[in-house]
Antibody, heavy 124, light 107 residues
């Protein structure tokens, strides 16, 4: 079964760039799924950041779009998140997730596989 | 953006109770609604997709209903392992917004 594992620095300085990678195992990143990033600030709810398809097509949360880049590396079966100009408000647990379509639908999706999450703190 | 509002924000219940959590969308989202369960320190877990379809491996005491703007998640008989936070999420728009969460606590 597909498993996801996030990795990256746990501490990022203010105004710096947060960089995380999600390794996909047990399946191919080139399958017909979108690959997403979701974050959760301490004690708060879930926020969708963005997603990528293996073709390189991306969608981003408009509130973060100017600072977010999601990329895919098919040779390594992984995808990555970069968030620039970070502030303390970007401190959160960051999750990667697989987003797949409901059978028979081309527009109804759900996130069925999640990584364990990685904590990123923005602090000097 | 589509706003998702859950009620209540928190709920106290006992083992064996029947519990219902409500999620309301700011516009019609057809059946494009998912439910997740999250326990402290863990990733969210998909329970229900497309408003009423039970994810494989999820106990049948969980059920979902609704369409349009109003949705419910029902747990027919609470078990100790069900005490967690529950989130709804719409998938009607690319920006898949989540509800603010409902924390289910032991009474």
């Amino acid at each position: 079964q597909v498993q996801l594992q996030e990795s990256g620095p746990g501490l990022v300085k203010p105004s710096g760039t947060l960089s995380l990678t999600c390794a996909v195992s047990g399946g191919s990143i080139s399958s017909s799924n979108w690959w997403s990033w979701v974050r959760q600030p301490p004690g708060k709810g879930l926020e969708w950041i963005g997603e990528i398809y293996h073709s390189g097509s991306t969608n981003y949360n408009p509130s973060l779009k100017s600072r977010v880049t999601i990329s895919v590396d098919k040779s390594k079966n992984q995808f990555s998140l970069k968030l620039s100009s970070v502030t303390a408000a970007d401190t959160a647990v960051y999750y990667c997730a697989r987003k797949r379509a409901v059978a028979g639908s081309r527009s109804n999706y759900y996130m069925d596989v999640w990584g364990k999450g990685t904590t990123v703190t923005v602090s000097s | 953006d589509i706003q998702m509002t859950q009620s209540p924000s928190s709920l106290s219940a006992s083992v064996g109770d029947r519990v219902t959590i409500t999620c309301r969308a700011s516009q019609s989202i057809s059946s494009y609604l998912n439910w997740y369960q999250q326990k402290p320190g863990k990733a969210p877990k998909l329970l229900i997709y497309a408003a009423s379809s039970l994810q494989s491996g999820v106990p049948s005491r969980f059920s979902g209903s609704g369409s349009g703007t109003d949705f419910t998640l029902t747990i027919s008989s609470l078990q100790p392992e069900d005490f967690a936070t529950y989130y709804c999420q719409q998938s009607y728009s690319t920006l898949g917004t989540f509800g603010q969460g409902t924390k289910l606590e032991i009474k």
